[in-house]
C-alpha cells in the first residue's frame, strides 16, 4: 500500500508539466499515433473545456493486470467489444461515448471491466462519468462482483482507484463486502478510510465492530475527523454513543455471541459500567461539533449579512445582536478560543471577492490565534455573494479535512450581483472534492437556499443546520 501516493504523485507531477507545455489538442492528437507506432504506453488529450484530462488512453490499455486472475496479460489482448468502444472514446475525447462503453464493459462483466471502469473514473473525477463509473460497479447483493471489486482493491497502487473500488464494494451492500472493507481501514491514505469508515455504516455487520472500535482506540489522542466519524459509524451500528475507547472495548465484551447490529441492544445497556459522556469538550459553532483538527470556516460577508434577524415569535425591530454579520463574528471568535492548540485552522472571507487568513492551515494558539481574531472582527458586510469561488479557495488548501460554512443567501454574480444557477457550484464541487474527501458542514441563516446548502453537505457526507 506504500506506493499509493508515490503513483498520485507521479500523475500529478505529469499533469503539471503538461499544462506547463500549453500543447493544442490538434498536436497532441498527432502525438498519439507516433506513440501507437513506438509502443508508447501513454498520451494526454486536452479536453474541450481547456482541461488536461490525465487519462492515458494507451496507458489503461496496456498496463499489465496484477493481482487478479489475469495477472500476466495485457488489458489490449484481445479486446472485448466494450473495451475496444472504450478505446475508441477515450481517442476521440467524448463523455457520451464513454459513458456508453461504460455501460458495455459493466455488462461484460469480470476483472478486466472493473479494471478498466476503475481506472477511467479515476481520471473523470466530475459527472457525467463520474456518475456513469457508480453506476456500472454497482451491483446490489451480487458477491461475486463484490469479490472481484475487492481484488481490484487489494491490487491498487493508485489511492483514487482504491477509492473508486471501495465506493463500488459499499455499492453492492453485500455482506461479501465487509472483509475488503476492513482491510481498507488499514489504508494510509485517509479518504480510502473514511470511505470505508462512511460504507460500514451502511452495510450492518457484527464482523465490523472489533476493527472500527480499534480504530477508534488508535485515534483517541489525535481525536481528529476521522475519529470521530468511526465513532458515528460505531454509534450507527452499535445504537449507543461512548466517548472513549476503553468503553467501546467494556460493551464489545459484553454483547452476546449471537448479537448482530439493528438487534434488540437492550441486553447489553448497563452491563459495562459506562455511563454515556457527552461531546461537551467539543467547541461548536452554532450547535455543530468542531471535531476535526485541519478545519477551514467559510464565512459570508456580502452585503445581506448586515440585515438583523429577528427572534421567533417576537414583533418589532430585532436588537444589534441579530445582526447576521455580528451573530456569524462572535460565533467564530468564540469558537477559535476553545480550539485546542493541536488544531490547525484557516479562515476564508469571502463577498464579491474571496480573502484567506493566511495561505495554509496554522496552529490555533500565540501569535497566530491572537492575529485571528482580530482579522475576523475586522470583517464587514458589502459585496455580492461568491460562494463558489470561496468553496474552490478552501479545499484548495492543503491538508483541510473539513469546511464549516456559514451564509445567508444565494451565490451571485460577482459582477452584476444577480443570482445565478448553483447546480454547477455543486458539480465543481464535486469534481475537485472527488478524492480529496473533505468533509462540508453547512449553516445557513434565514434565507439562505437551503436545497444549494443541503447538497454540499450531503455530497461531502457533512450535515446541514439552521441557523435561527
Given at each position: 500500500m506504500?506506493?499509493?501516493?508515490e503513483?498520485?504523485?507521479?500523475?500529478?507531477?505529469?499533469?503539471?508539466?503538461?499544462?506547463?507545455?500549453?500543447?493544442?489538442?490538434?498536436?497532441?492528437?498527432?502525438?498519439?499515433?507516433k506513440?501507437?507506432?513506438?509502443?508508447?504506453?501513454?498520451?494526454?488529450?486536452?479536453?474541450r473545456?481547456?482541461?488536461?484530462?490525465?487519462?492515458?488512453?494507451?496507458?489503461?490499455?496496456?498496463?499489465?493486470?496484477?493481482?487478479?486472475?489475469?495477472?500476466?496479460?495485457?488489458?489490449?489482448?484481445?479486446?472485448s467489444?466494450?473495451?475496444?468502444?472504450?478505446?475508441?472514446?477515450?481517442?476521440?475525447?467524448?463523455?457520451?461515448?464513454?459513458?456508453?462503453?461504460?455501460?458495455?464493459?459493466?455488462?461484460?462483466?469480470?476483472?478486466?471491466?472493473?479494471?478498466?471502469?476503475?481506472?477511467?473514473?479515476?481520471?473523470f473525477?466530475?459527472?457525467?462519468v463520474?456518475?456513469?463509473?457508480?453506476?456500472?460497479?454497482?451491483?446490489?447483493?451480487?458477491?461475486?462482483?463484490?469479490?472481484?471489486?475487492?481484488?481490484?482493491?487489494?491490487?491498487?497502487?493508485?489511492?483514487k482507484?482504491?477509492?473508486?473500488?471501495?465506493?463500488?464494494?459499499?455499492?453492492?451492500?453485500?455482506?461479501?463486502?465487509?472483509?475488503?472493507?476492513?482491510?481498507a481501514?488499514?489504508?494510509?491514505?485517509?479518504?480510502?478510510?473514511?470511505?470505508?469508515?462512511?460504507?460500514?455504516?451502511?452495510?450492518?455487520d457484527?464482523?465490523?465492530?472489533?476493527?472500527?472500535?480499534?480504530?477508534?482506540c488508535?485515534?483517541?489522542?489525535?481525536?481528529?475527523?476521522?475519529?470521530?466519524?468511526?465513532?458515528?459509524?460505531?454509534?450507527?451500528?452499535?445504537?449507543?454513543?461512548?466517548?472513549?475507547?476503553?468503553?467501546?472495548?467494556?460493551w464489545?465484551?459484553v454483547?452476546p455471541?449471537?448479537?448482530?447490529?439493528?438487534?434488540?441492544?437492550?441486553?447489553?445497556?448497563?452491563?459495562?459500567?459506562?455511563?454515556?459522556?457527552?461531546?461537551?469538550?467539543?467547541?461548536?459553532?452554532?450547535?455543530?461539533?468542531?471535531?476535526?483538527?485541519?478545519?477551514?470556516?467559510?464565512?459570508?460577508?456580502?452585503?445581506?449579512?448586515?440585515?438583523?434577524?429577528?427572534?421567533?415569535?417576537?414583533?418589532g425591530?430585532?436588537?444589534?445582536?441579530?445582526?447576521?454579520?455580528?451573530?456569524?463574528?462572535?460565533?467564530?471568535?468564540?469558537?477559535?478560543?476553545?480550539?485546542?492548540?493541536?488544531?490547525?485552522?484557516?479562515?476564508?472571507?469571502?463577498?464579491?471577492?474571496?480573502?484567506?487568513?493566511?495561505?495554509?492551515?496554522?496552529?490555533?494558539?500565540?501569535?497566530?490565534?491572537?492575529?485571528?481574531?482580530?482579522?475576523?472582527?475586522?470583517?464587514?458586510?458589502?459585496?455580492?455573494t461568491?460562494?463558489?469561488?470561496?468553496?474552490?479557495?478552501?479545499?484548495?488548501?492543503?491538508?483541510?479535512?473539513?469546511?464549516?460554512?456559514?451564509?445567508?443567501?444565494?451565490?451571485?454574480?460577482?459582477?452584476?450581483?444577480?443570482?445565478?444557477?448553483?447546480?454547477p457550484i455543486?458539480?465543481?464541487?464535486?469534481?475537485?472534492?472527488?478524492?480529496?474527501?473533505?468533509?462540508?458542514?453547512?449553516?445557513?441563516?434565514?434565507?439562505?437556499?437551503?436545497?444549494?446548502m443541503?447538497?454540499?453537505?450531503?455530497?461531502?457526507?457533512?450535515?446541514?443546520?439552521?441557523?435561527?
Open positions: 506504500g506506493t499509493r501516493g503513483s498520485l504523485q507521479a500523475d500529478s507531477d505529469q499533469h503539471r508539466r503538461l499544462q506547463a507545455g500549453g500543447q493544442e489538442p490538434a498536436r497532441l492528437h498527432a502525438q498519439i499515433g506513440a501507437e507506432q513506438r509502443g508508447v504506453q501513454g498520451v494526454a488529450l486536452m479536453g473545456d481547456g482541461s488536461l484530462l490525465l487519462f492515458l488512453a494507451l496507458l489503461l490499455f496496456s498496463t499489465p493486470l496484477s493481482g487478479s486472475s489475469l495477472s500476466g496479460s495485457s488489458i489490449g489482448d484481445d479486446p467489444a466494450g473495451e475496444k468502444a472504450l478505446r475508441v472514446a477515450l481517442a476521440a475525447d467524448a463523455e457520451e461515448a464513454i459513458v456508453s462503453a461504460l455501460a458495455l464493459l459493466a455488462n461484460e462483466g469480470g476483472a478486466r471491466a472493473i479494471t478498466l471502469i476503475c481506472r477511467v473514473g479515476s481520471r473525477p466530475g459527472d457525467p463520474r456518475s456513469a463509473v457508480r453506476d456500472a460497479l454497482q451491483r446490489r447483493g451480487d458477491g461475486e462482483w463484490a469479490g472481484l471489486l475487492a481484488a481490484q482493491f487489494a491490487a491498487s497502487r493508485d489511492p482507484v482504491a477509492v473508486i473500488a471501495v465506493e463500488g464494494l459499499v455499492a453492492s451492500f453485500s455482506a461479501e463486502a465487509v472483509p475488503a472493507l476492513i482491510e481501514l488499514e489504508s494510509i491514505d485517509r479518504a480510502v478510510v473514511l470511505t470505508a469508515v462512511r460504507g460500514l455504516r451502511l452495510i450492518p457484527r464482523r465490523s465492530l472489533a476493527p472500527l472500535v480499534d480504530l477508534v488508535s485515534l483517541e489522542d489525535r481525536r481528529n475527523a476521522l475519529w470521530a466519524e468511526a465513532r458515528v459509524t460505531l454509534s450507527a451500528l452499535g445504537n449507543r454513543s461512548y466517548r472513549h475507547c476503553e468503553d467501546w472495548r467494556k464489545l465484551a454483547i455471541a449471537d448479537w448482530q447490529p439493528g438487534s434488540d441492544t437492550s441486553v447489553a445497556v448497563g452491563k459495562t459500567g459506562v455511563e454515556h459522556p457527552s461531546d461537551d469538550d467539543l467547541p461548536t459553532v452554532f450547535g455543530q461539533e468542531v471535531a476535526s483538527k485541519r478545519v477551514v470556516f467559510v464565512l459570508d460577508t456580502s452585503s445581506s449579512m448586515a440585515e438583523k434577524d429577528t427572534v421567533a415569535g417576537e414583533s425591530s430585532a436588537p444589534s445582536s441579530r445582526v447576521r454579520m455580528e451573530r456569524a463574528k462572535a460565533e467564530l471568535i468564540g469558537v477559535l478560543g476553545r480550539l485546542r492548540p493541536d488544531v490547525f485552522f484557516n479562515i476564508v472571507g469571502y463577498s464579491t471577492d474571496v480573502a484567506t487568513f493566511k495561505g495554509k492551515l496554522v496552529a490555533s494558539k500565540g501569535t497566530r490565534l491572537k492575529q485571528a481574531i482580530r482579522w475576523v472582527g475586522a470583517l464587514q458586510p458589502q459585496g455580492y461568491s460562494t463558489g469561488e470561496a468553496l474552490k479557495v478552501a479545499l484548495s488548501i492543503e491538508g483541510v479535512d473539513t469546511i464549516i460554512l456559514l451564509s445567508d443567501g444565494t451565490p451571485t454574480d460577482r459582477y452584476t450581483g444577480k443570482r445565478i444557477r448553483v447546480l455543486v458539480e465543481r464541487v464535486r469534481r475537485q472534492n472527488r478524492f480529496l474527501k473533505v468533509t462540508i458542514h453547512t449553516l445557513g441563516f434565514r434565507g439562505a437556499n437551503e436545497p444549494f443541503k447538497q454540499l453537505a450531503r455530497d461531502s457526507g457533512g450535515i446541514y443546520a439552521p441557523i435561527r
